[in-house]
């Protein structure tokens, strides 16, 4: 008998919360976490308010696979589409063979939705992706920023992720991604979406770009109405236009036999949308210092777009992957811990687009906050 295919009913999130734990990963946060997956299944503005964006595959009425789906607005240069995430892609292991894979995500390669991307794979499975003709990118690029008088405490961090490290080794990748130039404490700054922002900086930003479209609903949604994180939100002006940066402080903390302990501080930075190259400097700024207002020790940030990155690297967020040690810097904080870092993609196009991927000409704004890559462990 074949598998029955369909989207999931409002009623059925103990069973697939069951299904996760059992065949994705025990205690997954979507498990811990019924208000998160309702705020990233059930968008009624954006899917049909029945019915999760989440597909199942039935045997006989007990779950055979998942694939959840995170519908968005595209942005292709100003023009407009349906895009669709793919997440949490599970085939119990008695249908592995076969074709439930490719009948699970035809539920959502549809042709009302270009693209579809899966952020955040597996690299041990990313060749299923090109076998059902996905297109793998390379890894989406890590900046790392600590700042000078947190010199010792970053230290004190990679020995406490990696005890074998000797004293010497630890200060001298910390030294290598310390903050040395000054930055400007008198930057005016605001701290809410500008009210214009669809009629002026949304559509300056999306000509020049590809991505989710970061329209005031998106920010919204995806910030303000967030069900676990508090994300702030850091605007300078520059004449008419607004800079837009978004970030998290993020607490790290080590687990020990007692339970997790608080270790220190890290800003996670999600979204940096300056106007120019003056004003990403001055936003840039105003983001070391909230920084320092809040004692967190440095930064990160994930992002493809090559503008963006240039910017950063100008202002000494620098590149993880430019020094032989930089992938041993942390990416995981509850609890710390040495795995992740690396986030790999895939993505199925009905149409052609320019290249994504860590050049510096690649027009893709694509960052970590985007899917469901930036959420509890």
């Known amino acids: ?81 349906n895009g669709m995430w793919i997440v949490n892609y599970v085939i119990r292991p008695d249908h592995r063979k076969g074709s439930a894979a490719l009948q699970l995500l035809s539920q959502f390669r549809r042709t009302d939705y270009n693209p579809v991307i899966a952020f955040g794979i597996n ?16 890894e989406i690029p890590r900046h790392f920023l600590v700042l000078p008088e947190a010199g010792e405490r970053m230290a004190a961090l990679l020995q406490m992720t ?10 001298e990748v910390t030294d290598a991604f310390m903050l040395h130039r000054k930055v400007s404490d008198r930057v005016e700054t605001g701290s809410q979406l500008p009210p214009g922002w669809d009629d002026c900086e949304w559509p300056s930003i999306s000509q020049r770009t590809i991505g989710a479209a970061r329209d005031a609903a998106y920010l919204d949604w995806r910030y303000r109405r967030h069900p676990v994180f508090e994300y702030r939100f850091l605007t300078v002006g520059e004449g008419p236009m607004t800079g837009l940066a978004v970030w998290r402080l993020e607490t790290i903390r080590k687990q020990t036999p007692q339970g997790r302990v608080d270790a220190d501080r890290i800003g996670r930075l999600v979204e940096f949308l300056p106007v120019s190259a003056p004003n990403a400097e001055a936003l840039f700024s105003a983001f070391v210092q909230a920084l320092r207002r809040e004692n967190a020790l440095g930064a990160d940030f994930y992002g493809y777009h090559g503008q963006t990155r240039c910017w950063l690297r100008q ?39 320019p290249a994504c991927g860590d050049a510096g000409d690649c027009p893709w704004y694509w960052t970590k906050s985007d899917s469901d890559q930036d959420r509890p462990n």
């Open 1 to 81: 008998m074949g598998l029955d295919f369909r989207f999931a009913q409002l009623n059925e999130y103990p069973r697939i919360s069951g299904f996760l734990n059992d065949y994705w990963a025990q205690n997954h946060v979507y498990c811990r976490m019924s208000n998160l997956f309702e705020w990233t299944f059930r968008r009624e503005d954006r899917w049909e308010p029945q019915h999760y964006s989440f597909a199942v595959a039935e045997d006989a009425g007990e779950l055979a696979g998942i694939l959840g789906g995170i519908p968005f607005r595209f942005n292709h240069f100003g023009r407009s589409s």
């Open 162 to 171: 990696w005890p074998d490290w000797s004293a010497e080794r630890a200060a």
């Open 315 to 353: 202002l000494e967020f620098r590149e993880a992957v430019r020094h032989p040690d930089g992938r041993a810097i942390p990416s995981r904080f509850q609890p710390l811990d040495e795995k992740g870092g690396g986030i790999l993609s895939a993505m199925f196009l009905q149409s052609d687009l």
């Open 123 to 138: 690299p041990a499975t990313s060749a299923i992706y090109r076998v059902l003709r996905g297109q793998v990118l390379p």
